[in-house]
T-cell receptor, first 118, second 108 residues
Framework: EAGVAQSPRYKIIEKRQSVAFWCNPISGHATLYWYQQILGQGPKLLIQFQNNGVVDDSQLPKDRFSAERLKGVDSTLKIQPAKLEDSAVYLC????????????????FGPGTRLLVL | SQQGEEDPQALSIQEGENATMNCSYKTSINNLQWYRQNSGRGLVHLILIRSNEREKHSGRLRVTLDTSKKSSSLLITASRAADTASYFCATGVHDMRFGAGTRLTVKP
């Protein structure tokens, strides 16, 4: 079974530039998550999709971050414009998203995209 | 949901020794999960323990859960150099919250 795919693996940009990350979840997984992991910290959930609908984006800085999952499969996360403090690893994860799963589902993580903003 | 907090922040042991990491949380949970992250990689799910379970084993891993103390522990027995990684506990339903993790170093 193929895992969660992410690209690019690394990105270096200057502040105020725009950047986009792509994620392809495990086939059949309805739920998709984007996390931001700053060096030395645990992952912080940015946004959660159930199919193509947003379930939770309470921690997404909406003035500069946006995400979409138009067809309920692939997803893109965009930062526009980037700030120095956005330097982090951006992790995508997916899970089956069974209704009534009661949170007993495992999340499968991709390798992440390491972003450096100069 | 609220996040778990791991303790200690860093742990260094010799190969063959056991490693114990702790996690504390603040509110009621349905389950608690432990994940491992090797340097520069994504997280890998290790084990899930439900709120009505007290102990769970998986290979060299042993997880305990004490809901009265709102705490969990992860024990890795007979550690190996390959166990060197960061370990995170996570609570919550789908909107999991992670702590800062315990950085484990196993010296050969």
């Amino acid at each position: 079974e193929a895992g969660v795919a992410q690209s690019p693996r690394y990105k270096i940009i200057e502040k105020r530039q725009s950047v986009a990350f792509w994620c392809n979840p495990i086939s059949g997984h309805a739920t998709l998550y984007w996390y931001q992991q700053i060096l030395g910290q645990g992952p912080k959930l940015l946004i959660q999709f159930q199919n193509n609908g947003v379930v939770d984006d309470s921690q997404l800085p909406k003035d500069r971050f946006s995400a979409e999952r138009l067809k309920g499969v692939d997803s893109t996360l965009k930062i526009q414009p980037a700030k120095l403090e956005d330097s982090a690893v951006y992790l995508c994860a997916s899970s089956l998203g069974l209704a009534g799963g009661q949170g007993l589902e495992t999340q499968y993580f991709g390798p992440g995209t390491r972003l450096l903003v100069l | 949901s609220q996040q778990g907090e791991e303790d200690p922040q860093a742990l260094s042991i010799q190969e063959g020794e056991n490693a114990t990491m702790n996690c504390s949380y603040k509110t009621s949970i349905n389950n608690l999960q432990w994940y491992r992250q090797n340097s520069g990689r994504g997280l890998v799910h290790l084990i899930l323990i439900r709120s009505n379970e007290r102990e769970k084993h998986s290979g060299r891993l042993r997880v305990t859960l004490d809901t009265s103390k709102k705490s969990s522990s992860l024990l890795i027995t007979a550690s190996r150099a390959a166990d060197t990684a960061s370990y995170f506990c996570a609570t919550g339903v789908h909107d999991m919250r992670f702590g800062a993790g315990t950085r484990l170093t196993v010296k050969p």
